[in-house]
């Protein structure tokens, strides 16, 4: 009896809210079963031994475990004193949260369960990934996350309610950020790579060049005119391209797939010569002139003093975009790469060699007409 009296002497005296260490000796359905170095024993019941739901105690601690727990009740009558493993968790677990929080420092996380909405997990205390911050696109099965270590940061916290919101998706965001700023560090202007068409827009394409989408401008589709980039692409295609600009800062890169191949002032300009009257199309009228293509890509200008015999004040009084027209060509500068052009001068030739076939049909004696006999119409006017 003196040796019970004694140690109970001896004992320390527990309140609530002190912490305690024990070792697990029993584990059954509905609670834990600690030796912690006391006169009484100590026990966990199951809602104190996890900050989410437990089936079973087993799930969480096993005969041997040592365990840190918070006291919340000493049961006199009973023998017992009354544990909490979720509170000791949570103590200092806000701290460090709250830390990772301000850092933003990824850390990793065991998905314990799937619920409606997204993914729990326990770190301390209850945390919850929302089903919009488990990926960078939405995710319809979220059960293939259970039991799944992830990286996440904390992305919402307030320790007074009880409320952890953690987010993988930042992770992953800041990841794919990173890798592509590698591979931006990587690409040089003027650079020539293969591509995959990921998306047509009005104004261009985007395509990936080995994990990074760049923008294929509409005018750089093509040496020739694009109205659509349909006309020259569509999604999935693999084209070459050359890198125009890189700007990491940004994380835009401009790119050009007519530069990645033959310019037409290399491949089409050796069928043109000064003097060639061919046809061509209006391609841009401005209040100087018009841009006529003779080829795909290969374009002239026509000044507003060469489009006709007669004053005009602005091109658009006589062209207009579309308009097939025939063009004299006046002069070729291939380092400038520029073409002069002439309407005027490619009707007076037609008009030339309309009077040579009169003439000719009237014979070497004929009635000597002049030009102003047979086009005296068109010279009036």
Do not use: C
């Not at 080995?210 to 750089?220: I, P, Q, R, T």
């Not at 990491?248 to 191949?261: F, N, Q, V, Y």
């Not at 009707?347 to 009237?362: A, C, L, P």
């Amino acid at each position: 009896m003196s040796d019970e009296m004694n140690e109970m002497v001896t004992a320390p005296t527990l309140s609530p809210g002190d912490e305690v260490t024990g070792t697990v000796t029993e584990v059954d359905d509905k609670k834990v079963t600690l030796d912690i170095g006391h006169p009484m024993l100590g026990i966990i019941p199951i809602r104190e031994l996890s900050a989410l739901h437990v089936e079973h105690p087993s799930q969480v601690l096993s005969v041997g475990d040592e365990v840190r727990a918070v006291v919340l009740k000493v049961d006199d009558q009973a023998g017992v004193v009354v544990l909490s493993k979720r509170a000791a968790d949570a103590r200092g677990a806000w701290d460090v949260l709250r830390e990772r929080y301000e850092t933003q420092e990824p850390f990793e996380v065991i998905v314990q369960d799937v619920v409606k909405g997204g993914l729990v997990t326990d770190v301390g205390v209850r945390g919850f990934i929302p089903a919009s911050l488990v990926g960078t696109k939405f995710v319809e099965d979220l059960s293939q996350f259970k039991g799944q270590t992830v990286r996440v940061v904390v992305s919402e916290i307030d320790p007074e309610q009880n409320k952890l919101i953690l987010s993988r998706r930042a992770v992953l965001e800041r990841e794919q950020h990173e890798r592509e700023q590698q591979i931006l560090r990587s690409i040089q202007p003027g650079e020539v790579l293969e591509g995959t068409v990921r998306r047509l827009t009005n104004f261009g394409v985007f395509v990936d060049v080995g994990g990074v989408d760049g923008l294929v401008h509409v005018s750089e589709l093509a040496w020739h005119h694009v109205n659509s980039p349909s006309e020259v692409v569509k999604e999935g295609d693999r084209v070459r391209v050359k890198v125009l600009r890189v700007n990491p800062e940004s994380g835009r890169i401009s790119l050009s797939i007519k530069e990645a191949t033959p310019s037409p002032w290399e491949t089409a300009l050796g069928d043109l010569r000064e003097g060639d009257v061919v046809e061509g199309v209006v391609r841009r009228v401005v209040d100087f002139g018009a841009f006529v293509e003779l080829k795909p890509g290969l374009e002239g200008l026509v000044h507003v003093s060469q489009i006709a015999h007669q004053h005009v004040a602005k091109a658009s009084d006589r062209l207009e975009e579309g308009q097939h027209v025939r063009v004299k060509i006046l002069g070729i500068d291939p380092e400038r790469r520029r073409i002069s052009l002439s309407i005027k001068e490619a009707e007076g030739t037609r008009n030339r060699r309309e009077f040579d076939r009169f003439n000719e049909r009237q014979g070497s004696g004929g009635t000597g007409a002049t030009l102003g006999d047979i086009f005296g119409d068109l010279f009036k006017r």
